[in-house]
Nanobody
Framework: QVQLVESGGGLVQAGGSLRLSCTAS????????MGWFRQAPGKEREFVAA????????SYGDSVKGRFLISRDNAKNTVFLQMNSLKPEDTAVYYC?????????????????????WGQGAQVTVSS
């Protein structure tokens, strides 16, 4: 069983930065791929970023490439999402997710169906 708790959301002006954190309980974190997804009102869930269990490989959605950075600290069971140059269209609830079904995966999971644990979500609002 894995529990994920996000923090760091809030209100920021366009062009600003925020850093989201997601802390996981349980021993599965260090062998699991982690991802961030977001969902804006009236829209489908969107892939934002993902990172392999060892932090070596990452992947980003097209809309955030070059602006967002995902990283992890396995010693602290935490994954981060640094969001820079924020735009109003980045406004959404951001969800942290863990993919524990395949340990030490060789791949970065970008499909939400690959993830079996989800956090409660953190609201990010970017004002123009």
């Amino acid at each position: 069983q894995v529990q994920l708790v996000e923090s760091g959301g809030g209100l920021v002006q366009a062009g600003g930065s925020l850093r989201l954190s997601c802390t996981a309980s349980g021993r599965a974190f260090s062998s699991s791929g982690m991802g961030w997804f977001r969902q804006a009102p009236g829209k489908e869930r969107e892939f934002v970023a993902a990172i392999r269990w060892n932090g070596i490989s990452t992947s980003y959605g097209d809309s955030v490439k070059g602006r967002f950075l995902i990283s992890r600290d396995n010693a602290k069971n935490t994954v981060f999402l640094q969001m820079n140059s924020l735009k109003p269209e980045d406004t959404a609830v951001y969800y942290c997710a863990a993919s524990t079904n395949v340990r030490y995966s060789a791949y970065v999971q970008t499909d939400g169906r690959d993830y079996d644990y989800w956090g409660q979500g953190a609201q990010v609002t970017v004002s123009s």
